[in-house]
């Protein structure tokens, strides 16, 4: 069992910035990839962006690219989530998740992640 806690989130104004974080514990030896996922109230969750272990690799969705990053520090086991150039779009909740990966890479279906963390809000004001 993988245990994730996010933290990090905030209200801020459009073109502003926030840093989420995610510190996994558990059994996370076999939990490859971490992705960040955000859902907004009736709207359906949607990826943001994933980094794989071993190897950097990220995956970002297109509504974001070039605005979040994703990182990792894996003697501390935290994933963070660098997001600039924040939107009013991007208010959403924000959870971050843990799997073993398809054919050596982390996509951005939810599905492939079993293990999830509680969430922190994203508010962003025109």
């Known amino acids: 069992q993988v245990q994730l806690v996010e933290s990090g989130g905030g209200a801020v104004q459009a073109g502003g910035s926030l840093r989420l974080s995610c510190v996994a514990s558990g059994s996370i030896h076999s939990s490859v990839c971490i992705g960040w996922f955000r859902q907004a109230p009736d709207k359906a969750r949607e990826g943001v962006a994933t980094?794989?272990?071993?190897?950097?690799?990220?995956v970002y969705a297109a509504s974001v690219k070039g605005r979040f990053t994703i990182s990792r520090d894996n003697a501390k086991n935290v994933v963070y989530l660098q997001m600039n150039g924040l939107k009013p779009e991007d208010t959403a909740m924000y959870f971050c998740a843990a799997g073993t990966g398809v054919d050596d890479w982390c996509f951005l279906s939810s599905t492939d992640y079993p293990f999830w963390g509680q969430g922190t809000q994203v508010t962003v004001s025109s």
């Open positions: 980094i794989k272990s071993g190897v950097t690799s990220s």
